[in-house]
């Protein structure tokens, strides 16, 4: 398996936030946690100034953490690569989450 | 007088003793074999009466839904009735009969069912040829009477369906009333004694499922189709129970002559022996020795209980009207106080119902008979101190009350959910009598050890 | 592999659109099971309806409240002693169920004045409780009652109690999900808001989506305590009416349902900004990853750490033996839908077990894609399963024991397959670290009780001696 396919399964299995219910919650919790557990990962402290910023923060690090565990190969990546993976695994949830989801309520105006 | 008829004063209710009619129509269905009744309404009114069945009886009871959603409405719910319909005939190639069940939303929409089911007829005579399948219409919405009502409505609605004039058969219809496999045993048991073929309607022994070890079993009504038609042939019909099922009996004495008689409920040994005996006066069979036996096994057992144990105690009983008038009876045989009846419906037969006119005359102690009650009717009595009970007698809803109020109670009538094979116990029949006796016994015995309460008497008695 | 008809369902081949079985490279933009959708009348489906979703899953269990139910007696008595959610308020939401006992004159006059009635009757049977939920039923929907303006009537004649209204018909939607629906919306927009609670920590959260099944939140209690974080609001175990008035000051939500109460986490971040944060909290390392994220979001990580350290020195020795044992054990979960994405990753980490097949009475596709993407290949999902159904998928895959209902569970006893009370549990709680160590005790005991041996030996047969 490619390492994207590696990540997208590991985020797939464990994470929650990339279903909540509308597409426009599914693209904030994306992009606002996926670029957070980059930093993390590359030694960075991300933002924390709103609560959403916490909110992803908190979802980030865990992700960062458990990932650290679980994905051997993360290790010996350098900062560029794992930026092309990192963008490569958003825009794969992107796609299986939102923009080509069969999920029907995606879209619907309200909760 | 002492033995007071009041109706409850609230227009609400708090704690209620009795579900609605719905409930009442699939527990008659159920008793069918072959037969998976459609419950017409929201899922619901289904799937909550499975639950309460399956609390009940620790069973599933297969029962379909309509599955009404919001566009029925508006466009009204027939087409959900016959997709139901077909979907239970199409998968289920052995179904014999489909109750139909209104509930209050399909009442209230005004469906025609009895429109629906000839229509249904005919499809299922083009698409399923050389199958029959008996659509049988109950009207139970839940806005009139109770689970009670519903179960009698249901059992007249199946006859009234089903029942088809043929050469006499000599049989004699039993018409149980909604009792629990354990009084069918028993009254199958008087039937097979006394050398009587009978049909008993329902027979709910099946009920009481076993594991196999060819995996194949499952709980089930044993009454068949041809038990149903055949009660059009029937040379008498005989109702336990005035309220369930006496409605059915006495359809079929209107309709095809069957003779019917109303026994009074068989609880206790007087109500027993007037059974037994219409039962020979029905059949021209005899009563053998061996009920005779069976009958004083239960008057040895509760005499040593009655005036060492049960004289004088106060007693609340709560459930079906011919439970509790049933126990109520009983009670007095064995010198328990009965001082709290409650019926839970808004039947305006009870107060002319004679066994609580007889009540009325013969009570010579303070009781209060509460018709239309719910058990807040109970508990607040309890509460304000305005009755002084040694034991409760009802259903496992209202287990709470005798619970906090530190009150021993007895569990009868249905559902009796809390306590461990109930059901399998009969409370009709001298067996019945004895059971009831013993185990009000041991429950008083068990309360007596808990609060140390001169528990060194128990002995030797 | 595409949607799979199984052959019960042949002749109502639409049911294909509801059953997947997962093979490996697939995900869920190519196969995901409609959901949330119409039921088909007389298939024996495992549904509910919607008065159900609102009263007896998330209002009944307000500790404090009045539950007046609209209509004939049937939908009170139906949902009353059939839960098990404690409180420590003496347990009054077990007790009492209200009616207002709605009769064919009142379908035919309308009930209103009725109601009024029955309101001021149950506020005077018990003067020391001050609040109510009133719930419309299907009858008193179809009539066209107005239950919010005798409410209103009543709370202007006595402004000491107050009153909530939901609408939520047994018709409505396709099952109890729209009674969830129905009752976290009309709680968002009319009551939140109303009452300020009194803040006693630098750390607020609701806790949103646990309801207290066997004393689950009072486990949680235990965490959010030791940790110092006031729980504003739990929506709804053990909670008061007027927290739950006060969700709005939080500073987090924390969201174990998303099903039955995401739509008032998402309404309480767009109106309030309070971010929504999903956790798990059955789960042994699910537990772990929620408080950690809480930790995170708090600033709070070493009292976190401290607090794991303790849970897990008193429990993981337990699921850990229960481990060694129920490795390689199959279950099947048949629940309403969110514990089939709660439970499938955390019973194969935790217990070393296998998910084998799963069916959802009410969940939405958003519920299925989260099952999915979490369960295993060769299971078979299924939304709104029906008896046939299961029958026919226990010869497809075997479970040694079924989390499901106590009348399926005694439908599949006839089959020699232990049930485990997947709604109610057997002997829980079921959440939190202990929950968990009491789900594997009760699936080990379940297992391995010498009556399945018993069960399967044919007497007729063979010789025991």
Same mark, same amino acid.
Not at chain 1, 6 to 30: G, K, P, Y
Not at chain 2, 132 to 146: D, E, F, K
Not at chain 3, 95 to 103: A, E, L, Q
């Given at each position: 398996?490619?390492?994207?396919?590696?990540?997208?399964?590991?985020?797939?299995?464990?994470?929650?936030?990339?279903?909540?219910?509308?597409?426009?919650?599914?693209?904030?919790? &994306?992009?606002?946690?996926?670029?957070?557990?980059?930093?993390?990962?590359?030694?960075?402290?991300?933002?924390?100034?709103?609560?959403?910023?916490?909110?992803?923060?908190?979802?980030?690090?865990?992700?960062?953490?458990?990932?650290?565990?679980?994905?051997?190969?993360?290790?010996?990546?350098?900062?560029?690569?794992?930026?092309?993976?990192?963008?490569?695994?958003?825009?794969?949830?992107?796609?299986?989450?939102?923009?080509?989801?069969?999920?029907?309520?995606?879209?619907?105006?309200?909760? | 007088?002492?033995?007071?008829?009041?109706?409850?004063?609230?227009?609400?209710?708090?704690?209620?003793?009795?579900?609605?009619?719905?409930?009442?129509?699939?527990?008659?269905?159920?008793?069918?074999?072959?037969?998976?009744?459609?419950?017409?309404?929201?899922?619901?009114?289904?799937?909550?009466?499975?639950?309460?069945?399956?609390?009940?009886?620790?069973?599933?009871?297969?029962?379909?839904?309509?599955?009404?959603?919001?566009?029925?409405?508006?466009?009204?719910?027939?087409?959900?009735?016959?997709?139901?319909?077909?979907?239970?005939?199409?998968?289920?190639?052995?179904?014999?009969?489909?109750?139909?069940?209104?509930?209050?939303?399909?009442?209230?929409?005004?469906?025609?069912?009895?429109?629906?089911?000839?229509?249904?007829?005919?499809?299922?005579?083009?698409?399923?040829?050389?199958?029959?399948?008996?659509?049988?219409?109950?009207?139970?919405?839940?806005?009139?009477?109770?689970?009670?009502?519903?179960?009698?409505?249901?059992?007249?609605?199946?006859?009234?369906?089903?029942?088809?004039?043929?050469?006499?058969?000599?049989?004699?219809?039993?018409?149980?009333?909604?009792?629990?496999?354990?009084?069918?045993?028993?009254?199958?048991?008087?039937?097979?004694?006394?050398?009587?073929?009978?049909?008993?309607?329902?027979?709910?022994?099946?009920?009481?499922?076993?594991?196999?070890?060819?995996?194949?079993?499952?709980?089930?009504?044993?009454?068949?189709?041809?038990?149903?038609?055949?009660?059009?042939?029937?040379?008498?019909?005989?109702?336990?129970?005035?309220?369930?099922?006496?409605?059915?009996?006495?359809?079929?004495?209107?309709?095809?002559?069957?003779?019917?008689?109303?026994?009074?409920?068989?609880?206790?040994?007087?109500?027993?022996?007037?059974?037994?005996?219409?039962?020979?006066?029905?059949?021209?069979?005899? &009563?053998?020795?061996?009920?005779?036996?069976?009958?004083?096994?239960?008057?040895?057992?509760?005499?040593?209980?009655?005036?060492?144990?049960?004289?004088?105690?106060?007693?609340?009983?709560?459930?079906?009207?011919?439970?509790?008038?049933?126990?109520?009876?009983?009670?007095?045989?064995?010198?328990?106080?009965?001082?709290?009846?409650?019926?839970?419906?808004?039947?305006?037969?009870?107060?002319?119902?004679?066994?609580?006119?007889?009540?009325?005359?013969?009570?010579?102690?303070?009781?209060?008979?509460?018709?239309?009650?719910?058990?807040?009717?109970?508990?607040?009595?309890?509460?304000?101190?305005?009755?002084?009970?040694?034991?409760?007698?009802?259903?496992?809803?209202?287990?709470?009350?005798? &619970?906090?109020?530190?009150?021993?109670?007895?569990?009868?009538?249905?559902?009796?959910?809390?306590?461990?094979?109930?059901?399998?116990?009969?409370?009709?029949?001298?067996?019945?009598?004895?059971?009831?006796?013993?185990?009000?016994?041991?429950?008083?015995?068990?309360?007596?050890?808990?609060?140390?309460?001169?528990?060194?008497?128990?002995?030797?008695? | 592999?595409?949607?799979?008809?199984?052959?019960?369902?042949?002749?109502?081949?639409?049911?294909?659109?509801?059953?997947?079985?997962?093979?490996?490279?697939?995900?869920?933009?190519?196969?995901?099971?409609?959901?949330?959708?119409?039921?088909?009348?007389?298939?024996?489906?495992?549904?509910?309806?919607?008065?159900?979703?609102?009263?007896?899953?998330?209002?009944?269990?307000?500790?404090?409240?009045?539950?007046?139910?609209?209509?004939?007696?049937?939908?009170?008595?139906?949902?009353?002693?059939?839960?098990?959610?404690?409180?420590?308020?003496?347990?009054?939401?077990?007790?009492?169920?209200?009616?207002?006992?709605?009769?064919?004159?009142?379908?035919?006059?309308?009930?209103?004045?009725?109601?009024?009635?029955?309101?001021?009757?149950?506020?005077?049977?018990?003067?020391?409780?001050?609040?109510?939920?009133?719930?419309?039923?299907?009858?008193?929907?179809?009539?066209?009652?107005?239950?919010?303006?005798?409410?209103?009537?009543?709370?202007?004649?006595?402004?000491?109690?107050?009153?909530?209204?939901?609408?939520?018909?047994?018709?409505?939607?396709?099952?109890?999900?729209?009674?969830?629906?129905?009752?976290?919306?009309?709680?968002?927009?009319?009551?939140?808001?109303?009452?300020?609670?009194?803040?006693?920590?630098?750390?607020?959260?609701?806790?949103?989506?646990?309801?207290?099944?066997?004393?689950?939140?009072?486990?949680?209690?235990?965490?959010?305590?030791?940790?110092?974080?006031?729980?504003?609001?739990?929506?709804?175990?053990?909670?008061?009416?007027?927290?739950?008035?006060?969700?709005?000051?939080?500073?987090?939500?924390?969201?174990?349902?998303?099903?039955?109460?995401?739509?008032?986490?998402?309404?309480?971040?767009?109106?309030?900004?309070?971010?929504?944060?999903?956790?798990?909290?059955?789960?042994?390392?699910?537990?772990?990853?929620?408080?950690?994220?809480?930790?995170?979001?708090?600033?709070?990580?070493?009292?976190?750490?401290?607090?794991?350290?303790?849970?897990?020195?008193?429990?993981?020795?337990? &699921?850990?033996?229960?481990?060694?044992?129920?490795?390689?054990?199959?279950?099947?979960?048949?629940?309403?839908?969110?514990?089939?994405?709660?439970?499938?990753?955390?019973?194969?980490?935790?217990? /070393?077990?296998?998910?084998?097949?799963?069916?959802?009475?009410?969940?939405?596709?958003?519920?299925?894609?989260?099952?999915?993407?979490?369960?295993?290949?060769?299971?078979?999902?299924?939304?709104?399963?029906?008896?046939?159904?299961?029958?026919?998928?226990?010869?497809?895959?075997?479970?040694?024991?079924?989390?499901? /209902?106590?009348?399926?569970?005694?439908?599949?006893?006839?089959?020699?397959?232990?049930?485990?009370?997947?709604?109610?549990?057997?002997?829980?709680?079921?959440?939190?670290?202990?929950?968990?160590?009491?789900?594997?005790?009760?699936?080990?005991?379940?297992?391995?009780?010498?009556?399945?041996?018993?069960?399967?030996?044919?007497?007729?047969?063979?010789?025991?001696?």
């Amino acid at each position: 398996m490619s390492q994207t396919d590696d990540m997208v399964t590991f985020i797939q299995e464990h994470c929650l936030w990339q279903f909540h219910s509308r597409a426009w919650d599914r693209e904030s919790n &994306i992009n606002g946690i996926l670029p957070m557990a980059f930093q993390i990962l590359t030694g960075e402290t991300p933002k924390q100034e709103t609560p959403d910023e916490r909110c992803y923060f908190a979802n980030a690090n865990r992700l960062a953490a458990e990932m650290k565990d679980d994905l051997p190969w993360l290790e010996g990546l350098r900062k560029e690569e794992l930026a092309d993976v990192i963008d490569r695994v958003k825009d794969k949830i992107e796609d299986i989450a939102v923009k080509h989801s069969l999920n029907g309520e995606l879209n619907q105006p309200g909760y | 007088m002492p033995c007071s008829v009041i109706k409850k004063e609230r227009s609400g209710i708090i704690n209620p003793m009795y579900t609605c009619q719905p409930a009442g129509a699939q527990f008659a269905g159920i008793g069918v074999k072959d037969c998976i009744p459609l419950v017409h309404g929201g899922q619901g009114c289904c799937m909550f009466v499975r639950l309460l069945f399956a609390q009940h009886f620790k069973e599933n009871f297969d029962i379909a839904s309509s599955s009404l959603h919001e566009e029925a409405a508006v466009f009204g719910g027939v087409k959900r009735l016959e997709a139901g319909v077909d979907s239970l005939v199409k998968r289920y190639p052995g179904v014999r009969v489909i109750p139909i069940i209104t509930t209050c939303s399909t009442e209230t929409i005004g469906d025609d069912i009895e429109g629906s089911i000839r229509k249904l007829q005919k499809m299922l005579a083009r698409d399923f040829p050389g199958r029959v399948v008996h659509l049988v219409p109950m009207h139970t919405p839940s806005y009139t009477g109770s689970q009670v009502t519903g179960y009698n409505i249901a059992v007249e609605a199946m006859v009234k369906t089903i029942a088809k004039k043929g050469e006499p058969n000599g049989k004699l219809n039993v018409f149980t009333g909604w009792v629990n496999p354990g009084d069918v045993t028993e009254i199958k048991h008087y039937l097979s004694e006394m050398g009587i073929d009978a049909t008993v309607l329902l027979d709910i022994e099946s009920f009481d499922a076993p594991i196999m070890p060819s995996k194949d079993s499952f709980a089930y009504g044993s009454t068949t189709v041809e038990d149903i038609e055949g009660t059009a042939n029937a040379a008498a019909s005989i109702a336990l129970n005035r309220y369930e099922g006496y409605s059915a009996a006495q359809y079929l004495q209107k309709t095809f002559d069957v003779p019917a008689t109303l026994s009074p409920t068989p609880i206790g040994i007087r109500n027993t022996d007037i059974m037994l005996q219409q039962i020979r006066k029905l059949t021209g069979k005899d &009563i053998p020795e061996s009920l005779l036996r069976e009958r004083g096994v239960a008057l040895d057992a509760l005499a040593d209980l009655a005036h060492m144990f049960f004289a004088g105690k106060k007693v609340a009983i709560y459930g079906h009207p011919d439970l509790v008038i049933g126990l109520a009876e009983f009670c007095r045989e064995v010198e328990l106080k009965p001082v709290l009846l409650l019926l839970g419906d808004d039947n305006g037969g009870y107060v002319k119902d004679p066994r609580i006119l007889n009540l009325q005359k013969t009570v010579d102690y303070d009781m209060e008979i509460v018709c239309n009650a719910d058990l807040w009717e109970l508990e607040t009595r309890i509460k304000e101190k305005k009755i002084d009970l040694d034991l409760i007698m009802g259903h496992s809803k209202g287990r709470f009350i005798a &619970i906090d109020a530190g009150i021993p109670m007895v569990r009868v009538g249905f559902p009796t959910f809390d306590r461990a094979g109930c059901y399998r116990n009969p409370v009709v029949g001298y067996k019945g009598a004895l059971q009831l006796g013993e185990t009000i016994a041991n429950t008083l015995f068990a309360q007596m050890e808990f609060k140390k309460d001169r528990e060194w008497i128990l002995n030797t008695w | 592999m595409p949607m799979k008809l199984l052959e019960c369902d042949t002749l109502i081949p639409e049911r294909e659109r509801h059953i997947y079985i997962k093979e490996a490279g697939e995900d869920t933009t190519q196969f995901l099971p409609v959901s949330d959708s119409a039921t088909i009348p007389g298939t024996l489906s495992e549904r509910g309806c919607a008065f159900c979703g609102a009263k007896l899953v998330i209002g009944g269990v307000l500790k404090d409240t009045i539950q007046m139910i609209h209509g004939p007696v049937g939908c009170a008595y139906d949902t009353w002693h059939t839960k098990r959610y404690p409180s420590d308020a003496d347990n009054f939401q077990l007790k009492y169920v209200w009616s207002t006992n709605v009769k064919e004159k009142n379908v035919v006059f309308g009930a209103e004045k009725l109601l009024k009635k029955s309101i001021f009757e149950a506020f005077d049977a018990m003067p020391n409780i001050k609040r109510m939920i009133i719930y419309t039923t299907c009858s008193t929907a179809l009539i066209g009652d107005d239950p919010k303006a005798v409410a209103r009537a009543v709370m202007d004649e006595r402004p000491e109690v107050d009153i909530f209204v939901v609408e939520c018909p047994g018709f409505a939607g396709v099952s109890q999900s729209k009674g969830h629906h129905v009752l976290n919306m009309a709680w968002i927009h009319e009551k939140v808001g109303q009452v300020e609670p009194e803040i006693t920590s630098p750390y607020t959260i609701n806790f949103i989506g646990d309801y207290n099944i066997q004393g689950d939140s009072f486990i949680l209690h235990q965490y959010w305590e030791k940790l110092g974080i006031q729980v504003l609001s739990h929506f709804t175990g053990n909670a008061t009416y007027d927290e739950c008035r006060g969700m709005h000051r939080a500073q987090l939500n924390v969201v174990n349902c998303a099903r039955s109460a995401g739509y008032i986490a998402n309404e309480l971040h767009k109106a309030y900004g309070i971010p929504r944060l999903d956790i798990d909290s059955w789960g042994f390392s699910y537990m772990s990853t929620g408080l950690r994220k809480i930790g995170d979001f708090f600033g709070i990580q070493d009292k976190v750490e401290a607090l794991i350290a303790e849970e897990e020195a008193k429990w993981k020795p337990q &699921i850990d033996w229960y481990k060694e044992r129920l490795k390689g054990k199959k279950m099947a979960i048949w629940t309403g839908g969110p514990r089939l994405w709660h439970w499938t990753k955390a019973v194969e980490d935790d217990m /070393g077990m296998e998910v084998v097949a799963m069916s959802s009475k009410f969940g939405h596709q958003e519920d299925f894609e989260k099952v999915i993407a979490r369960g295993n290949e060769g299971a078979i999902y299924i939304d709104d399963g029906n008896e046939l159904e299961f029958f026919e998928v226990l010869t497809m895959v075997h479970p040694d024991v079924i989390f499901t /209902g106590p009348r399926v569970g005694e439908l599949v006893k006839k089959l020699h397959i232990p049930y485990v009370n997947g709604h109610a549990y057997h002997n829980g709680p079921y959440m939190g670290y202990e929950g968990f160590v009491n789900m594997a005790r009760d699936i080990y005991n379940a297992i391995n009780s010498p009556l399945w041996a018993l069960a399967g030996q044919n007497i007729q047969e063979g010789e025991l001696l």
